[in-house]
């Protein structure tokens, strides 16, 4: 199976001009991986621009955020369907950014439900900000998950992505070590599938926070994962590129 990369561009870069540079990088190594799967998710305003340029199949395009209402009095907001509109077929939901400008579990939930009743595929994010000894980043984790899922029918649960970042190794010097995103998981599927039911033992799970081309490989073979979520290195064109032919090469 493929291995999935969600490049996460953030806030970057500053101009159209540079995201077209960027995105002509992402495209080739795109074309060039056979064995990769590319989600790439500009910021809103560029993206359009982007997607309707783009004749290929490689790669997709994915909203950083969206709002869960249709349409409305919502100054600043994008509406899932206008990103669907503007051809993306995934949507970023609760990403450690977003949940940190006060995004809750319960407009995690709301979000969920709306992109998988327009057909955008949600990447849920989920992860702790801190860890400590005792496992009570386990309770955060299945809060979270609990949240996202509830009004998913069973039918599409598989279709939901997990991407499980933990905050401390997100834009850190290395990534949590793989043995324990295995373990995680685990959890994640066991949540799911005691509350949900046995759908939850298809969901695709990513995992982010500071990988590379020289951690990616590891995790990808020990994290029981089927891709990553990529931040800083999704908009530097040479280091995105070898990344892709780390996963491209498994
Ligand atoms: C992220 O913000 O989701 C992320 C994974 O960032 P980085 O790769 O820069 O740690």
Redo the contacts with the bound molecule.
């Keep these: 199976m493929k291995s999935i990369v969600v490049a ?1 561009w ?1 806030m970057n870069p500053a101009t159209f001009k540079e995201a077209k540079k960027l995105f002509e990088a992402t495209r080739k190594a795109a074309e060039s991986a056979k064995n990769v799967a590319i989600v790439v998710a500009p910021p809103a305003i560029f993206l359009r621009e982007l997607s309707v340029g783009y004749k290929g199949k490689r790669l997709s395009f994915a909203v950083q955020n969206a709002h869960y209402e249709a349409g409305g009095a919502f100054t600043g907001e994008v509406s899932m369907s206008e990103a669907r509109d503007a051809k993306c077929s995934s949507v970023i939901i609760g ?3 977003r949940r940190g400008m006060g995004e809750s579990n319960e407009d995690t939930r709301k979000k969920v439900a709306v992109a998988l009743a327009i057909g955008l595929t949600p990447v849920l ?1 989920v992860g702790e900000r801190t860890r400590s000894q005792s496992g009570e980043h386990f309770e955060f984790v299945r809060e979270q998950l609990v949240a996202g899922f509830a009004d998913v029918p069973p039918a599409k649960i598989p279709r939901v992505v997990i ?1 499980y ?1 933990p905050v401390w ?4 010097e290395r ?1 949590m070590n793989a043995r324990d995103m295995h373990e995680m998981a685990i959890f994640i599927r066991k949540t799911i599938v005691d509350r949900y039911g046995q759908g939850g033992m298809n969901l695709k799970i990513l995992y ?5 081309e020289s951690n990616a490989g590891e995790m990808m073979r020990n994290g029981d994962v089927n891709g ?7 908009t530097d064109a040479a280091k995105f590129t070898a990344l892709v032919s780390v996963l491209d090469a498994l």
């Design positions: 996460n953030k990403h450690a950014e994010c991407a970042e190794a997100i834009g850190a990534p982010g926070g500071s990988i590379d990553l979520l990529v931040g800083r290195v999704s």
